[in-house]
């Protein structure tokens, strides 16, 4: 048994923050300014210059920014975007958003992220516009192939860091690895607001002003739209002092979440479980994933003794009732084998050693 209320337990998270949190609520209120001000510019250098990129712009979601930084690289009906379809449909949502049209690489049946070779094979049969590759469950993709491969044809090429914030590869970080990228601040990532948010980073002057743009109407001045496609997509001021607050620690709960995934690493055995692989900096453990071909069988055992689980994610983007006529022709064995396999276990910095033993002991006695 543990008493895990859920899968991720944000009260633990929250309350060894109040002082903080209260501070920079109260800051923003006694200024009295909500919406473009001094907190949202604070944090865009804070988190640019944390990243590793020469500007961020902050949006109000994920989901806005995938598309946003889309349509500032010209994406819209009649292009075609390529990604995958393992990765919970944010990206598709995007990219249908914008009128252009996904195509789905196969992923890599090890780390589940996009398979560059697959890849490759696609840039040689058709056109691509862009590409998004997303670092799923806080995995650093391979960006040296990717980058290569998509070089090669003039493809620009968007980060996906919703799950990846802080992951680093020989000093270099997420939201720097490519052309443009975009992060979510929902409550549950590894860098979290008070509700929702969003950013892209970038280190083109060119991009980073689109974006701005995007987000405000389109406006390039007050009330004068120069650029179509605009949308209302503000990060206001008290998620950006929130986020300025919890910044600084971000490293941490990042170096906690991974010491969990090692746990999880060392003590799972069990013959039908597969776990991921152990990984270094370039990995921040927003999820821990395992595979079972008998994963409702395991999800009932977990249930019994109150542990909570869920799954990321359990339909392939083709797959979805709402788009799956468009994509009868699709065929990805690898992503749809992974679907019914995959299994996230609870892995937040606040977890302690002993309910990830307990969690452990409950799988292995499985
Ligand atoms: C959460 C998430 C998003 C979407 O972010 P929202 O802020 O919820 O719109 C996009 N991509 C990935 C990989 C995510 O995990």
Redesign the pocket.
């Known amino acids: 048994m543990t008493t895990l209320k859920a899968i991720n337990d944000l009260s633990r998270h929250t309350e060894p923050l109040r002082a903080e949190l209260d501070g920079a609520i109260k800051r923003v209120l006694d200024r009295g300014w909500f919406v473009l001000g001094p907190e949202v510019t604070a944090f865009e250098q804070e988190f640019a210059a944390y990243c590793g990129a020469s500007h961020c712009v902050s949006l109000a ?4 920014a ?1 598309e946003m930084a889309l349509r500032a690289l010209g994406i819209g009906p009649g292009k075609t975007v390529l990604t995958v379809a393992n ?2 449909l ?2 598709t949502i995007a990219i249908f958003a914008t009128g252009a049209t996904p195509v789905y690489a196969e992923i890599l049946p090890d780390k589940l992220l996009i398979d560059p070779t697959d890849m490759k094979r696609i840039l040689d049969s058709r056109k691509v516009d862009a590409i998004i590759v ?1 670092h ?1 469950y806080g995995l650093l993709a391979n960006m040296r192939s990717i980058l290569l491969f998509a070089r090669e044809k003039g493809v620009p090429v968007i980060e ?1 860091c ?2 990846a914030h802080g992951a680093s590869r020989q000093g270099k970080k997420a939201g720097s690895l490519a052309d443009i990228a ?1 992060f ?3 409550p549950t ?1 590894n860098l979290g607001a008070l509700g ?3 950013a892209v980073t970038t280190s083109s002057p060119e991009l980073a002003e689109a974006i701005r743009q995007l987000r405000q109407y389109g406006w390039s001045k007050k009330y004068q739209a120069s650029r179509a496609g605009g949308h209302n997509s503000r990060l206001d001021e008290l998620q950006a002092a929130i986020l300025r607050a919890k910044l600084p620690l971000l490293d941490t709960w990042n170096a906690r979440r991974r010491d969990i995934a090692k746990r999880y690493n060392t003590g799972i055995r069990h013959p039908k479980i597969t776990t991921p692989g152990t990984h270094g900096e370039e990995y921040v453990a927003h999820l821990y994933v395992i595979r079972t071909a008998e994963r409702e069988a395991l999800k009932q055992h977990l249930a019994a003794a109150n542990i909570p689980c869920d799954i990321h994610y359990p339909i392939p983007d083709f797959a979805q009732p709402a788009y799956s006529a468009l994509f009868t022709g699709v065929r990805l064995p690898i992503t749809t084998q992974v679907c019914k396999e995959v299994l996230t276990l609870p892995c937040f910095p606040e977890l302690g050693d002993d309910e990830v033993d307990t969690i452990i002991a409950h799988i292995n006695a499985w």
């Open positions: 979601s994920g989901t806005d995938l990765a919970g944010y990206s997303t799923l996906d919703a799950q975009c979510s601040f929902y990532k929702d948010g969003g």
